[in-house]
């Protein structure tokens, strides 16, 4: 699995520009958070949207947090906001990301995620997984149950080419030979004429696709909520939600406290 952060929400020129002259103390500020504080503040201030950070921006984010707690009072505010699951201010927040190599499978449980989220996702109808096409065949993602799997039998077992046999059988194994005999499937299918688009059936829930996902901070957080780990998610996509939030936070660092702060109820 590949994730990288592509684009994000950036402030336009023209904006930076009229925030660095009403104050050099704001440019310290990632865009995401401005665009936070304008949100929030928009439907709660007699100013107008355009100027709410040039007009109250020193004052939340050069100020301690006035609740006694860390941060600025710009902190304060939207832990207030997402405390009080007012959190569509955080919907004008958005991140797109390039998901490569994961399985079918996680990208089932993915879209079930849609408000919020867009995808454009690599096509097995067009995308010819064939041995001798460019892609080289069908790659395809091992369960982390199978790939962990000490159990091994030694007791006769069938293999579809060569019968009976008495080597030693595990679920690595089993699901190496499945992937296998699926490629073989497929690429007879092609060679006999059968078009992309229907001998794609035969492929597993296990072969990989890549995809191109924006999300906006909200329906991430909420995604969070459901699929971190140890919160019953399979897996794969447990370690996806790792990586999206590791790649979030990195560019904007006041959003970590509300990836484990957000319930799966908000």
């Not at 569509?88 to 390039?98: D, K, P, R, Y």
């Not at 690429?187 to 688009?197: C, I, S």
């Not at 996509?237 to 959003?255: C, G, K, N």
Request: hydrophobic fraction near 40%; charge should be negative.
């Amino acid at each position: 699995m590949s994730v990288e952060l592509m684009f994000h929400t950036q402030l336009s020129d023209k904006f930076k520009a009229k925030l660095q002259k009403a104050s050099d103390q704001l440019m310290d500020m990632t865009d995401g958070k401005v665009l936070a504080l304008t949100a929030i503040r928009t439907c709660y201030s007699a100013n107008k949207p355009s100027v709410i950070a040039i007009k109250e921006g020193a004052k939340y984010f050069g100020s301690a947090a006035s609740d006694g707690t860390s941060g600025s009072d710009a902190d304060r505010l939207i832990r207030q906001i997402v405390a009080s699951k007012h959190t569509s201010t955080l919907e004008g927040i958005t991140f797109t990301f390039a998901i490569e190599g994961v399985s079918r499978a996680l990208l089932a449980q993915l879209t079930r995620h849609r408000a919020g989220f867009s995808f454009s996702v690599q096509s097995q109808r067009y995308v010819k997984m064939g041995s001798g096409n460019k892609s080289g065949g069908f790659d395809y993602v091992v369960p982390q149950k199978v790939a962990s799997s000490t159990y091994e039998d030694n007791n006769d077992f069938f293999d579809p080419e060569n019968g009976h046999t008495t080597e030693t059988y595990s679920p690595q194994i089993a699901f190496s030979n499945a992937m296998e005999y699926l490629q073989d499937i497929y690429d007879d299918l092609r060679e006999m004429g059968v078009p992309a688009e229907d001998a794609r059936a035969v492929l597993p829930q296990a072969a990989t696709t890549n995809l191109v996902m924006t999300v906006n901070l909200r329906a991430l957080l909420d995604f969070y909520a459901k699929r971190r780990r140890g919160n019953g998610a399979q897996a794969e996509i447990a370690d996806l939600a790792e990586a999206l939030r590791r790649a979030v936070t990195e560019v904007e660092p006041w959003t970590a406290q509300f990836f484990e702060g957000v319930s799966a109820s908000a």
